[in-house]
């Protein structure tokens, strides 16, 4: 092997390696599979998305009641607090709804199958970015499923 290729092989093997800037390891092992995700996008869009939104930004104000003082559709995105739920939680959340009518979240049992409610759970978790979700999947208490 002369010189150059040498050095166009290590370069190839660095760059295989991730890169050095100290970034946050990446791992792009998602839990869910490219037909799961269209499902849950389909469910997402068909009952989810107007309250909310169409990227589960949810409502604008949502960290505050509403005028009824119920609260408001959080977003699903990074940036609310869905991440903090483990996947069985999501899920329940969805089957059962708003706790104690604390807020219109409507309960989806007998109206979606768990097939549908495990599909935009997934759907859910392919909002958050790597980081986010590798935090969630790492915390051993949470299960994926
Ligand atoms: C009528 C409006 C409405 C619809 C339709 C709706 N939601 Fe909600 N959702 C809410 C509200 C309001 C909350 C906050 C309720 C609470 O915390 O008690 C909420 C909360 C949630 C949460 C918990 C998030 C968190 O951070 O605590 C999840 C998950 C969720 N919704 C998923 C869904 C999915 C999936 C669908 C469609 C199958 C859906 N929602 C349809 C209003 C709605």
Redesign the pocket.
């Known amino acids: 092997m002369n010189i150059k290729s040498f050095v166009l092989l290590s370069a190839l093997l660095l760059a295989a390696c991730g890169d050095k800037t100290g970034e946050p390891q990446k791992k792009n092992a998602r839990h869910y599979d490219e037909k799961t995700l269209s499902m849950g996008d389909r469910?997402?869009h068909t009952?989810?998305a107007?309250?909310?939104g169409y990227n589960g930004e949810g409502k604008p104000g949502w960290e505050q009641p509403g005028p009824d003082g119920?609260?408001?559709?959080?977003p699903?995105d990074n940036n609310?607090?869905?991440w903090r739920?483990s996947g069985m939680q999501?899920q329940q959340?969805?089957l059962h709804g708003?706790?104690d009518g604390?807020?219109?979240?409507?309960a989806?049992k007998g109206k979606?199958t768990e097939q549908e409610i495990a599909a935009?759970s997934a759907w859910?978790t392919s909002l958050w970015s790597d980081q986010v979700y590798l935090d969630w999947q790492t915390k051993a208490e949470h299960s994926t499923q």
């Open positions: 469910v997402f009952h989810c107007e309250c909310h119920k609260l408001l559709p959080p699903l609310g607090r869905s739920l999501i959340f969805i708003s706790p604390r807020g219109n979240m409507p989806w979606l935009v859910i």
